[in-house]
């Protein structure tokens, strides 16, 4: 089953048992992943770093921080990892499991970060850079250096006004987990369009973005 995560981040492991590890939550056994988090996220940002340096010449310091800690947060990974349906390959515990612990955006982003420690484990820093670089080809294109960085609930408000259209409505259809790891589901509704789409995460906000993310796509498509 794995064969088509492989297909789809574009390394084929010599050692499977590297690619299990990284994809086995402490909450089913041992070895876990967290050791592979680690080092999946010193691996994630000296590549974002790196390609931000290079992309960006004219950009200072500070920027360039600001850049890549938008780009390595867990919300960006969260949808990365949703993009691979990683959730789908996870060995999780019981209880993980029935409160959802396949969807949970800190998983999923962790598991993303073990992920790319893996790939460096098997095959050597620059395989690990390579899919980390193809993962992110879309983020850092949309770059525009001098302009802030605006999340997705912001470019849809954006575009619908740029066309004189009614702002979309955000409404919670359901809640799922204990009160401690509950996960929120939030539609977005574009009524003139007939466009519809929902998202989820560890809180309201999470979840609204990623509803108005894939509104957007939508929008643009429509």
Known sequence: MTHQLEQAI???FSNSSLLLTALTHRSHSWPHNERFEFLGDAILNGVIARQLFDGFPDL?????????ANLVRQESLHQLALSLSLGNFLKLGEGELKSGGAHRPSILADALEALFAAIWLDAGFDAASAVIVRLY????????????????????????????????KYSLTGTEG?????????????DTLNIRTQGSGGSRRAAEQM??????ERFLQA
């Open 137 to 168: 080809a879309e983020k850092l294109s949309a770059i525009v250096p001098g302009q802030p960085i605006k999340d997705a609930k912001t470019r849809l408000q954006e575009a619908l006004q740029g066309r004189r259209m009614p702002l979309p």
């Open 178 to 190: 204990e009160a401690h790891a509950q996960q929120f589901k939030i539609a977005c509704e574009i």
């Open 211 to 216: 509803a108005a993310e894939r509104a957007l």
């Open 60 to 68: 200072p310091e500070g920027d360039l921080s600001r850049l890549r």
């Open 10 to 12: 574009g390394h084929r």
